[in-house]
């Protein structure tokens, strides 16, 4: 094995979001009601997407694939947070940290990227409308999705390698609900500055760079925005816009905030809270988000009431 002679625990304990028996109850019905949403809203476009003709274009294609990476995202993670909510003994064996740590990782940077791609997509629809059909076809729309997805899990692999590989000593307790990089991490007692650096420039590639793409993306949608006669328009735009960012916020900036810090100024509890962020509360804000507004997802719904209704 890779980790032979090295020191390290057969298997952590998750402190969890909290100890408190009471506060776990409340916690264990919002992650349930949360999980549930998360499910629903998100199986639900996928099946719109794939039952209703004018939903197959490459936008909503993209929206689908957001919504399959949201469901295994929120799955890696929260029904291991229920269980352990109901548990007295939090622990959780190397093996599955390993596993969980890589899936969630590989998920997170799949989203990173689909994010980015998504809003290149709105820059063409908008911008080059002309030209969208020719540069974001069916075919290259599901090579960019294949080719995220392969991306995102072979870049996780030295990721997750170089952190399992470090010398643990004191204790296996990890103050968090799941294990992530940093976490696991702060148990090493060995210095961690080639790591730090390798991970820092990882992220900076993985979260930087799409932002920087979904940011001028974005400029030039309200700029050609700007343009638009209607006042009417405008606003409608603007709203959804402004929607989509805000989502595009708060999943970046959560990640960003737990990724790229430097280990000395972290706050576990504080970093608990960030983590549910892009965990639990995008992966429900998205469906709403990227639907609320959206004339063919009402129009596929309602389809959808008369047909189960008849």
């Given at each position: ?243 989509h960012m805000m989502v595009v916020t708060l999943f970046y900036g959560s990640a960003i905030a737990t990724y790229m810090k430097p280990r000395s100024i972290s706050l576990p509890e504080i970093d608990k809270i960030i983590s549910v962020f892009y965990i639990i509360i995008t992966p429900i804000l998205n469906p709403l988000i990227y639907t609320l507004r959206n004339k063919d997802i009402k129009i596929a719904i309602n389809k959808c009431k008369i047909q189960y209704c008849k």
């Amino acid at each position: 094995m890779i980790w032979k002679n090295k020191t390290f625990a057969i298997e952590f304990i998750l402190l969890g979001l909290s100890d408190h028996p009471k506060t776990q109850c409340i916690l264990f019905v919002f992650l349930l009601i949360a999980y549930v949403m998360i499910l629903f809203g998100n199986f639900s476009i996928i099946f719109l997407c794939l039952t209703d003709n004018n939903l197959k274009t490459p936008m909503y294609i993209f929206l689908s694939s957001l919504s399959l990476l949201d469901i295994c995202f929120a799955t890696s993670t929260v029904p291991r947070m229920l269980k352990d909510l109901l548990s007295v003994k939090k622990t959780i064996s190397f093996e599955e940290c390993a596993a969980q740590m890589f899936v969630s990782l590989s998920l997170g940077v799949c989203e990173c990227i689909l994010l980015a791609v998504m809003a290149y997509d709105r820059y063409i629809a908008i911008c080059n409308p002309l030209r969208y059909t020719s540069i974001i076809s069916r075919s290259v729309c599901i090579r960019i999705i294949l080719g995220n997805w392969i991306f995102g899990f072979v870049q996780s692999i030295p990721v997750v390698i170089f952190t399992l590989n470090v010398d643990v000593c004191g204790h296996n307790k990890i103050n968090h609900f799941l294990c992530e990089v940093p976490e696991v991490l702060s148990l090493a007692c060995t210095s961690l500055f080639i790591i730090e650096c390798f991970l820092f420039f990882a992220c900076s590639f993985i979260l930087m760079i799409p932002v920087a793409l979904i940011v001028i993306s974005y400029i030039k949608i309200i700029i050609t925005i700007l343009k638009i006669a209607s006042s009417a328009g405008r606003k409608k735009a603007f709203s959804t816009c402004g929607s989509h960012m805000m989502v595009v916020t708060l999943f970046y900036g959560s990640a960003i905030a737990t990724y790229m810090k430097p280990r000395s100024i972290s706050l576990p509890e504080i970093d608990k809270i960030i983590s549910v962020f892009y965990i639990i509360i995008t992966p429900i804000l998205n469906p709403l988000i990227y639907t609320l507004r959206n004339k063919d997802i009402k129009i596929a719904i309602n389809k959808c009431k008369i047909q189960y209704c008849k």
